[in-house]
């Protein structure tokens, strides 16, 4: 039984810990622990490492660039081929149909979508690092390089007179379909390949964090938008009205405008396709959600939608019947490669950028997702060459930017597929569709592809219900992700995209400009330290106030501190000062008049002279010159006590200053020398300021920057706020056996000519006319 009891209370007494050390503060610690200051490499050393060459770093070097290597050697073909050839025909067959919708997005023929979905397979087969992700075409990528596209090419360009068949000699305007269709492949084609040099300029200088600035919340109200915006954009489609192509600020509200104006021209057949395939797809791949630990493959519903769609359109001959429209013309094999126009480059530079981040992200984002869940990592430089490599080489090809879609992505993934050997299997079965199989689908109704888009993006309008949940986690995400969706419908994609990611670098800017603050004191009996407003049990030490600023100290907020220090300290160590020196001057005007008397006990009233010591706040001060005396009297005055002048002095109930740098990072030039302008101002009231709980960069910066001299010392500096906290009772304790300190003062006690000041001097002080005239009274 005893042994029992033993037994349980054991636990709470390995609860608790005791440790004994000196106390610390920085160079104690350096000197009893010798530090070795860091010696960063010479450019020599630098290039030697850079240019050091052997079989091995090569190897890496080649493996690393070409991570086919790392992974094809150790592919285990009887376990993983037949899963990747089941994967990627399943792929293959939604690549298709979402090659050719996709195509709709970017405002080309359909037929180049089947390239967009073949050409970055093969190049990413030999350079990606995801062994999952599925690339080609994506909506909102797609749709951002429509929105260029449409800029550059709208049917304005392309208006051409016809002359009217009734044989009058009335004239109309058609557009030239087909010249307007060469330019928008070329255009398209030409933005794909200078997105692909951006990227791989990116992979090269290594600038992949660049990503780690689109925050989820900003990248979910962005592809929210987007969704938005491809919805309008597929909406007259599916109702096959024709409107103008807008662009630019607005241009989704002037598309529905004007889409609802025109509703009346809406075709039947094409509106009822292109409903029932909304329907049935997003019935069946809700299905597939739900049962998906039961059904080995998901259900292909788009193939299935298309291939009877396209029956039915060619049985009833929907086209002649019902002026539907069709897809018409698919071409058949491969275009030969054509290098891009350069002379556009200039014109679309700005867009490239954006979509080359944009496309980039999606793909490392998803990418990442799967690699967490395999246990494999994804490096995401390599990526930006990968996809870079890619779009230069499906850019001559008449292509469009590649990136991965999600449902293409998780189709791969959720029906076995291991590595990118299904991706290229998928590859394969749109060769199949590009060579043999392309006329078959001409008959296809372009709003069934539409329908497909919108079935899509499901998805994506399901993350507005994230909104509710980043509220009640953090309003500043959820802010985020609301600004950017609504720039981006209002302003367009690239245009939102930016405001967005200003938005949320604005939002770290006044984080950090107005971070939290607090005094902090002690648990008793422990060396914890907490905000004083949080715990009841908290009690400052005596005499000492206590500061933590939880940020890096920098030009922006170096007002913040000020004001959150005179908050902490209940007083302005400014204002104390010049209250003082006017109370000092006060005092020599009148022991000058004889109404006041020094001693060494204080000052005192002459007997029979009445006391006109007390005299308004407002008197003018006499601007006279001080000068030096020769007779002097030390004399100490309390300022915490009533004084006999009228000077409203607020009252310094402290000692010292600790400032808990614990989260403080870095300090600029500017906050280095205000941190020293305040140690000098609290100083010079007998206010100590000492410095707790820093990195130890800030020692290496502060060095470097002149902080320190012969008033501010490393010894204010402490490895912890206890170890500062017991510096200070030990000092207090050491000076109380003294004559406590007071604030002395030298003044002529019966001479009555003008009272003059010895000067003490101290070298280094950077003093103003005030602090000059203050060191020589209090001297």
Known sequence: ?????????????????????????????????????????????????????????????????????EWLPNYRAKEWLISDIISGVSTGLVATLQGLAYALLVAVPVGYGLYSAFFPILT?????????????????????????????????????????????????????????????????STLTFLVGILQVIFGVLQIGFIVRYLADPLVGGFTTAAAFQVLVSQLKIVLNVSTKNYNGVLSIIYTLIETFEKIGTTNIADLIAGLLTIFVCMVVKELNDRFKHKIPIPIPVEVIVTIVATGISYAADLEKKYNAGIVKSIPRGFLPPEPPKVSLFSQMIAASFSIAIVAYAIAVSVGKVYATKYDYAIDGNQ???????SNIFSGAFSCFVATTALSRTAVQESTGGKTQVAGIISAGIVLISIVALGKLLEPLQKSVLAAVVI????????????????????????MIWVFTCIASIVLGLDLGLLA?????????????????WGGFGNIPGTDIYKKVKDYKNVVEPEGVKILKFASPIFYANID????????????????????????????????????????????????????????????????????????????????????PVKVNIPKVPIHSLILDFGAVTF??????????????????????????????????????????????????????????????????????????????????????????????????DELDVQEEAMRRLAS
């Open 1 to 69: 039984m005893a042994a029992g009891g033993r037994a349980a209370e054991q636990p709470a007494e390995l609860s608790h810990y005791v440790v004994a050390r000196p106390i610390y503060s920085e160079p104690g610690f350096q000197e009893e622990n010798e530090r070795r200051p860091p010696l960063p490499p010479t450019l020599r050393e630098r290039a030697q490492a850079a240019c050091r060459c052997s079989r091995k770093r090569a190897f890496q070097i080649a493996k690393s660039f070409l991570p086919i290597l």
């Open 124 to 188: 990413y087969f030999f350079l990606g690092t995801s062994r999952h992700i599925s690339v080609g075409p994506f909506p909102v990528v797609s749709l951002m390089v429509g929105s260029v596209v449409l800029s550059m090419a709208p049917d304005e360009h392309f208006l051409i007179e016809s002359i009217n068949a009734t044989g009058t000699n009335a004239t109309g305007t058609l557009i030239d379909t087909e010249s307007r269709d060469a330019q928008r492949v070329l255009i398209a």
């Open 383 to 389: 990526e930006f060459i990968a996809f870079g490599i």
């Open 455 to 478: 079935a899509n993006l499901k998805g994506m309008f399901m993350q507005v219900f994230d909104v509710p949940r980043l509220w009640r986690q953090n309003k500043v995400d959820a």
């Open 500 to 516: 967005g990611l200003l938005f949320g670098l604005l939002t770290v800017v006044l984080r950090v400009q107005f971070p939290s």
């Open 560 to 643: 913040g501190l000020k004001s959150s220090l005179k908050s902490t300290v209940g007083f302005d160590a400014v204002k104390v000062y010049n209250k003082r020196l006017k109370a000092l001057r006060k005092i020599q005007k009148l022991i000058k008049k004889g109404k006041l008397k020094a001693t060494k006990n204080g000052i005192i009233s002459e007997p029979g002279i009445n006391n006109e010591a007390f005299e308004t706040d407002e008197d003018p001060e006499d601007n006279q010159d001080l000068q030096v005396p020769t007779k002097e009297v030390e004399i100490q005055v309390d300022w915490n006590s009533e004084l």
């Open 667 to 764: 300090l600029d030039i500017v906050a280095v020398r205000s941190i020293k302008t305040i140690i000098k101002e609290f100083e010079r009231i007998d206010v100590r300021v000492y410095f707790a709980s820093y990195q130890d960069n800030l020692i290496s910066q502060l060095e470097r920057s002149a902080f320190f001299d012969d008033t501010v010392r490393k010894d204010m500096f402490f490895l912890t706020v206890h170890d500062a906290v017991l510096y200070i009772r030990n000092q207090m304790t050491y000076s109380d056996n003294k004559d406590p300190i007071f604030e002395k003062i030298a003044l002529m006690q019966e001479s009555k000519e003008p009272i003059e000041f010895t000067e003490t001097s101290r070298p280094g």
